[in-house]
């Protein structure tokens, strides 16, 4: 499906497109909606993010305290996972618990892949609030709120701690603009600060006092491994799927998102299986792959200098992203370049010729990103209306507009 550039502070959707990108039809059901910005929405309430969360990765070693802080300090980019917790935070606070909240399965257990235990409870946060309802009066600076911008910290921490390991991994020199902390510092104390941050997101995360909460987010560390691993050690023939470079990107981006939009409904008194707390995760699924697509796009159309690492960044790791899928699919000659991750001399080159005549490629990947978009808007009107939840709307609009 097909976002299109809206006008002023509105969204306009319009073509549906099906995944291969044929074109289907129109949709009317949001056209020309204002939409509240969601940067500003949350701006007070994220203002002193990066002080506290300096304060939560403190240690009495300086090196490794310096080096987790890295992040946190000037290139903390627009704080795009504790947004969505926030926003995610006050648009289920919208929304009233379900009457006879069931108990998570064993079998739902599995299929979530947090391994299929059966809670004897429902997943959701005993809520000690005015009411014993969350309503949008009572949420702002409640024990819930409070424990739900916790969540956005922990979120935050895992992420960069992810960015920190992949930065040794791939041996990057850059990263948000800036140096990559093994670059400053060195590998094993990039490695160590990497653990660090993980280790201090543990401990807060079991402060949040759910372990439904504790298991679920522990799931998605578990996610973002699997993705480096299968990022690494894929087999030749998988290269070339399209369905195993979406599960990678399900694994290192999706994952956290849509685990933490969960976690999030989870911590509002929303059950594990309520209509709420599954929109929730699977707006944050549709969003992360949206997203990543987009960045793999942007990563053969935007500078170095705008996207604050290296352009083309993937290829040189050996990585085929859906641009060069889909052109491997209307230029059979790419698919050995693929399986070998371009490890021949003219073999980059030769894939990106391909690319930039291609004209449909590009299209494509496109729109299934906006597939993926139009599906996290979905989710998201299953949930009551809000200003929090059309903030969400237009966050999701930004993710497969941006340049950077």
């Known amino acids: 499906m097909c976002f299109s550039a809206g006008l002023g502070d509105c969204i306009c959707l319009v073509a549906i497109h099906s995944m291969n990108g044929a074109y289907l039809g129109f949709d009317p059901a949001l056209i020309f909606l204002p939409r509240p910005y969601p940067f500003k929405m949350v701006e007070k309430e994220l203002k002193p993010f ?10 009495d070693q300086p090196v490794l305290s310096m080096a987790a802080k890295h992040f946190f300090e000037k290139r903390h980019g627009k704080r795009f996972r504790p947004t969505i917790v926030q926003l995610m935070a006050k648009a289920v606070a919208a929304a009233t618990p379900e009457d006879g909240a069931d108990q998570i399965t064993t079998e739902q257990a599995a299929n979530q892949g947090i391994g299929g235990v059966q809670w004897e409870w429902s997943g959701a946060s005993d809520v000690q609030i005015e009411g014993g309802v969350v309503t949008p009066g009572n949420h702002q600076g409640s024990e819930v709120w409070r424990k739900q911008a916790q969540l956005g910290q922990i979120v935050e921490m ?18 948000r603009g800036g140096e990559a902390v093994h670059k400053l510092y060195s590998n094993k104390v ?25 298991q679920i ?62 929109a929730c995760e699977e707006f944050g699924f549709h969003l992360g ?52 991750r371009f490890k021949e001399k003219e073999d980059k080159q030769t894939a990106l010729e391909a690319l930039y005549k291609s004209d449909t490629a590009m299209d494509k990947a496109s729109n299934l990103a906006k597939y993926h978009a139009q599906k996290a808007v979905d989710a998201l009107l299953r949930l009551p209306q809000s200003d929090a939840r059309d903030a969400l709307i237009r966050l999701t609009h930004l993710v497969i507009t941006r340049k950077k």
């Open 50 to 59: 990066s002080d506290s969360i300096k304060e939560l990765v403190s240690t």
């Open 158 to 175: 895992i992420h960069v701690a992810s960015l920190i390991h992949d930065d040794v991994l791939d041996e990057a020199d850059t990263r």
């Open 190 to 214: 990039a490695v160590l600060a990497g653990d660090y941050l993980v280790a201090r997101a543990s401990v807060l995360l079991a402060r949040l006092e759910n372990t439904a909460v504790v």
């Open 217 to 278: 987010m522990a799931t998605a560390l578990e996610s973002l491994v699997a993705g480096e691993i299968m990022q690494l050690k894929s087999p030749p023939k998988a290269l070339l799927e399209m369905q195993s470079y979406l599960r990678k990107s399900y694994y290192k981006t999706a994952s956290l998102i849509c685990y933490a939009c969960r976690s999030t409904a989870l911590l509002g008194g929303h059950a594990y299986g309520s209509t709420v707390a599954t």
């Open 289 to 340: 792959l949206a997203y990543q697509l987009q960045d793999d796009i942007l990563d053969f159309t935007a500078a170095a200098s705008v996207l604050g690492k290296p352009a083309l960044a993937d290829m040189d790791l050996g990585l085929s992203t859906a641009p060069i899928l889909y052109a491997a699919q209307e230029y059979p000659h790419l698919r050995p370049l693929v399986m070998r």
